[in-house]
């Protein structure tokens, strides 16, 4: 029942979502562009995009969502990112004691700040290969953050300028009123059967049967806990009074969303009213509370009526 999911869970560039805060994509030329890392710094660096992509590099999957999702929206994509890790940069450029946060400044005059603990896990990456090739224009060339498990306004893309600051840093969307603590909330979305949003990230949903009374009909989406993962998804037909555990795929790696899938048979009844939660590895379960996106993230049970 995931074969339609499974053929888009790294979502084609063609089809990632974007956010940018003007109409007009940067373009950056790759021979004149580099990166300067300034700041709290005992050895500050101007460095060049053969110079980045010289370095060791890693590859990992990561989902980025962004703050504005609503429940069941489609501003979320996950993909295959190569770059290098930010601390390796980072360590080069010799931190000094009392710096407190990463202010990243980019080409489209976009800036935002994260703690610097989140700027040294191993996870977070200034990116310069999506999906097994260079950035597009779109996404980010020559290079963008990935920093797994905060909302994507905190992943930029086009960097010019880093800045190691003492003080905490609040950049374009935090001065726009978005919280400055970006951690995603975990959610789930049923993508099948339905008609959500996220069904734009994936290639192949109309090869799904229809519902017919009487036969065994899929259910099917994603859950994402940024970097918690995911323990466990449930599925209720029945508005809620009970519940019944999901097959849940192993995700492609700690920092993405997972696949899952369960069933039901229509019996005649008029309508079903399916209802997903999720928990995630901290055991936390999502909350049912619904809150719209603005300031930091939506949250609330996504449910689909079936005829």
Partial sequence: MLGPLLASEVTPTYLFY????????????????NLTVKGLV?????????????????KQYSTLECVSNKIGGDLISTALWKGIKIKDLLD????????????FRCSDGYDVGIPLEKGLMDGTILAYDMNLAPLTAKHGFPVRAIVPGLYGMMNPKWI???????????????RNGWSNNADVHTTSTIVIPGEAELGHRFRKLDEMPSVIPGQR???????????????????????????KSA??????SQYTWVLWTAGFTQTGKENYTIIVRATDKTGQVQTSEFNQPFPDGASGYQNVSVP
Wanted: proline share 8%; no cysteine; hydrophobic share 40%.
């Fill in 18 to 33: 974007r956010i940018d805060i003007n109409p007009i994509v940067p373009v950056v030329e790759e021979k004149t562009w």
């Fill in 42 to 58: 005992d050895n500050p660096l101007t460095i060049t995009y053969d110079e980045i992509k010289a370095m060791p590099s890693v």
């Fill in 92 to 103: 080069r450029a010799k931190v000094k004691p009392g710096a407190k946060y990463i202010a």
């Fill in 160 to 174: 010019t300028e880093i800045e190691l600051v003492d003080t905490v840093y609040e950049g374009y969307w935090q």
């Fill in 217 to 243: 009909a899929p259910i099917a989406g994603i859950a994402f806990g940024g970097d918690r993962g995911i323990s466990k998804v449930e599925v209720s037909i029945d508005g809620g009074a009970t519940w």
């Fill in 247 to 252: 097959i849940v795929k192993d995700p492609l």
